[in-house]
Each structure stands twice: as C-alpha cells, then as structure tokens.
C-alpha cells in the first residue's frame, strides 16, 4: 500500500518545509539541474511528482503521484498529472525518454518492482535520474534516529548509494554514467553540487537505459 496518509494529510507542512529549508531545496535542486544540462530529453516525467517542486523548475511537464492533494499543487504548477504508484505505473512502454524519482525510492513498498516499470516506460538510451538522502551521510543518519517521531519518514526505508546503484543494476539495464553530491553539513545554507559520492548527504545518479 503506497505510503501517502502523511502527504494527503499534512500537506500544509511539506510545503512548508521548502521554505523553512528553502537553502536545503535550492542546493538539491542546483545538483539535478548540474546533473541534467547535458542530456537532451522531449519527454520528461517526475514518478512521485508530490506538488511538483522539482519537476516545474526542472522542466518536466508529466507527474505521477498517489496522493490527490499533492498532485492538485503540482497541477497549479503546470505538471500534467496522473495518479497512480510507481509499481504499477498507468503509463505506455518506452514512452519517455527521462525519468526523474526525487525523494520517492525511500517511499515505495518495493523498489525492485518501481525500478523495473520505469525501465519499462523507459525508451533506448533513456535516463533515470534518482536523487536521495543517503542514509550513511550525517542528514541520512539523523532522519534515520528520528523517523519514528517524524510525519513523513516514518515509514522510509532509506538507503546507501552504492546499494541503490547495486539494486538498479542488478535487476534493470540501466547503467550509472553520472554522480552528484550537495549538502555537506547541518547548516541551513546553500551548497554547491560537487561530482561523485560520500561526503554530501543528498545524492543524485544518473543512469542510461542500455
């Protein structure tokens, strides 16, 4: 069953949360925005869209997301929207060419079988940009100590980033071809996007569909 209660009913404080954190959401956002200026797409979607924070600055005009109320946000965004779960995503094979999954793997009930339908939905050479807290970075190890008591994370199931590279590869064709890391203390500032991985607490990947 997706995890969308917290999202359907504290939508007021994830909302919040980017602009108490706005320095937090500009240093995500500056990384994906870095990891994706090279890669030509004309057809982009956001699986996990919520109210379209990413996917409407980052141009990707499709969203899918369970919760009704997030996706009403992110069509006042201008995201076209469906609702549905990344696991049985309600979207034709190798009709995108982009792929986007912002702070969503940690959410679904199974990562395996998400992975596998945005393979599908996937066109040849197509991308699949996953970015995530990783949770042996110091926010990753926080967020874990804290999620019983937290809104939205307690249900998360977080994850490394060589584990989450492991788990693309070994059950889809997507291969990494690009790493990118922000947020590289507790401070509630901005933070430059850097390449690779381990040392900042929000990781992007870029994969490509083989």
Known sequence: ???IEPFEKFTKDYEKWFEEKKPFYLSELKLLQHLLKDIPFKKGIEIGVGSGRFAAPLKIPYGVD???KMLKIAQRRGIKTLRGIAERLPLKSLSFDLVLLITTICFVDSPKESLLEIERILSPEGHLLIGFVDKNSHLGRLYESKKERSKFYRGATFFGTEELISMVEQNTSLRLI???QT????????YPPKEGYGEGSFVALL???Q
């Open 178 to 180: 690009k790493a990118g």
């Open 66 to 68: 369970p919760s009704l």
């Open 1 to 3: 069953m997706a995890k």
């Open 207 to 209: 994969f490509r569909k």
């Open 183 to 190: 947020i590289f203390g507790t401070d509630v500032r901005e």
